[in-house]
C-alpha cells in the first residue's frame, strides 16, 4: 500500500508505524483515526511479521469480473474446518502478527463468520474485514462492531450500473451502500475498495463524491492484478499515460481534503510503482516532503505489503502463500505444519527471493534508480504475465527517461 495521505499529504495516519517503521512527528498532530487500535512499530522492515489475509471461504453471493479467488455462489470441499481454524487461530496470536484480514469468497457467507471472529478478537488478534457490502444487516452491523473489528472494507466499482455489472448482481450498489451506512450508523470505522481497470477509471470523481457524502474514513484505490478472472481483464488495464493521470486526480482530491479539515486515509494498492510517482511529484515543489517520502519507502522497501515478507495468504483450505493473489505457489499448509512455521523456514526458493528481490530483478527494474523505494513493485503480476517472477512488472508506468534520471 502506499499512502497519499501520509507520503504525499504530509499527515502521519495510524498505519504509517507498520508501513514505514514511522512514529507520529509532534508538528504533525494527531494521525487520522481511521483505525482504533494504532499499530506497533516494527524494529525493521526485514523483521515485521506479515498482516495475513485468510480467504475464509471461496464462496460468494457475487461473481465479480476481477474476483482473484474465481468464486461463486457454490459449495467448495476441502475448506478447513473447526478443529483446525482454531489452532491456526492461537498460533497466528502467538506469532504476533500485526493484524488479521478475514475476506473470501464473501467472508459474511461463511455460516461461522463470527465464531471464528471472536474467538480471533480474544486471542488477542487485530481484525480487518473485506466484504462486498451486501449482507450487512442492522443485525450484523452490530455484532461487527461488538467483535472489535479496527477497520472494515467494502468493495466498489463505480455507482449504480457501472458497480452492478463488475458485481454481476442487479442492485449490489445499493444494498452495499445501505451496508456501509449501518455500520457508520453504529459507530464502525470504515473503508471504500476501488479497483482501477478501463472500463470504470472514468468513474472516480463519482468515487471521490461517495466517499465525501457517505463520510467514509479510508479509501482504498486498488491497481489490477491479472488473477483468477481478473487475468481475462488484463486487456482492460490502464495504459500508462492513464494511471498517471489518475495518481494526479488521487493527489489532487487528497490535498482538497485536508485543506477542508476531511479526516480521510488515501492509499492505493498493488502499484508500488506509486511511491516514486509520488516523489517526482513532490521534489519541484517541496524537497523537504519528498526526501521523507523517499526515506519512508526505502525504510519499506517498496509497498508495505511486500509479497512474501509484509503480507501472507491462507486460503480457504489452509494453503499458504505469499500473497492472495499469488496462489500458483503454496509454502506449505496449516493441516501440516504451524503457519509460523511455514513463514520462517528459509527452504524455500521463491520466499527467500522475494525477500531478497533487489539482486535478482531483470530488465527496466534492475537498471532502475528507484528500485529500492518501489522494490520492483509487484512480483506476481511479472510473472503472470511473463512466467518469470524477477521479469519487469508490466504494470510500470514511468519513462525511461524517469527510471535512468535518480538524484
Excluded at 68 to 81: C, I, K, N, R, T
Excluded at 117 to 125: F, I, N, P, V
Aim: proline fraction near 6%; hydrophobic fraction near 35%.
Amino acid at each position: 500500500m502506499i499512502n497519499v495521505t501520509s507520503l504525499y499529504g504530509g499527515l502521519d495516519t495510524t498505519g504509517d508505524p507498520l508501513r514505514y517503521g514511522h512514529r507520529r512527528s509532534p508538528d504533525h498532530g494527531s494521525p487520522h483515526p481511521t483505525e482504533t487500535q494504532p499499530h506497533e512499530v516494527p524494529r525493521s522492515a526485514r523483521e515485521r511479521r506479515p498482516v495475513v489475509v485468510w480467504t475464509m471461504s471461496r464462496r460468494c453471493n457475487l461473481h465479480c469480473v476481477h474476483c482473484y479467488s474465481d468464486s461463486a455462489d457454490q459449495a467448495y470441499s476441502g475448506e478447513l474446518g473447526p478443529e483446525e481454524v482454531r489452532p491456526m487461530l492461537e498460533d497466528l496470536a502467538a506469532f504476533e502478527i500485526p493484524a488479521l484480514l478475514l475476506s473470501g469468497g464473501e467472508p459474511l457467507y461463511h455460516p461461522r463468520f463470527f465464531e471464528y471472529a471472536e474467538h480471533a478478537k480474544r486471542l488477542g488478534l487485530r481484525l480487518t474485514l473485506s466484504t462486498n457490502g451486501t449482507l450487512i444487516t442492522e443485525e450484523a452491523a452490530e455484532r461487527i462492531r461488538a467483535t472489535g473489528f479496527s477497520y472494515v472494507g467494502i468493495s466498489f466499482d463505480g455507482l449504480g450500473p457501472v458497480n452492478d455489472r463488475f458485481r454481476g448482481k442487479l442492485g449490489a450498489f445499493e444494498q452495499a451502500v445501505a451496508g456501509l451506512r449501518r455500520l457508520k450508523a453504529v459507530g464502525q470505522k470504515v473503508g471504500l475498495r476501488f479497483t482501477l481497470t478501463r472500463r470504470n477509471y472514468e468513474a472516480l470523481p463519482d468515487i471521490f463524491a461517495l466517499v465525501e457524502q457517505e463520510g467514509i474514513d479510508r479509501v482504498c484505490f486498488y491497481h489490477l492484478v491479472y488473477s483468477g478472472r481478473g487475468s481475462r481483464l488484463a486487456k482492460d488495464d490502464l495504459l500508462p499515460w492513464e494511471t498517471r493521470d489518475i495518481l494526479d486526480q488521487i493527489c489532487a482530491w487528497t490535498v482538497s481534503l485536508q485543506s477542508l479539515d476531511r479526516h480521510v486515509d488515501v492509499l492505493t494498492v498493488d502499484n508500488h510503482v506509486d511511491g516514486v510517482y509520488l516523489y517526482l511529484k513532490l521534489l519541484p515543489s517541496d524537497p523537504a516532503r519528498a526526501e521523507r517520502a523517499r526515506r519512508l519507502l526505502e525504510w519499506n522497501g517498496g509497498g508495505a505489503n511486500s509479497s512474501g515478507i509484509g503480507i501472507a495468504n491462507i486460503d480457504a483450505s489452509g494453503g499458504v502463500h505469499p500473497d492472495q493473489f499469488w496462489q500458483t505457489h503454496t509454502l506449505g499448509s496449516v493441516r501440516e505444519r504451524p503457519f509460523s512455521r511455514i513463514w520462517t523456514d528459509s527452504r524455500d526458493p521463491l520466499l527467500a527471493g522475494l525477500r531478497d528481490r533487489l539482486p535478482r530483478l531483470t530488465g527496466r527494474c534492475a537498471e532502475c534508480r528507484w528500485k529500492r523505494m518501489c522494490g520492483g513493485s509487484f512480483r506476481v503480476r511479472a510473472l503472470q504475465v511473463t512466467g518469470d517472477p524477477w521479469a519487469p512488472d508490466p504494470a510500470c508506468y514511468l519513462t525511461d527517461e524517469e527510471i535512468g534520471d535518480g538524484p
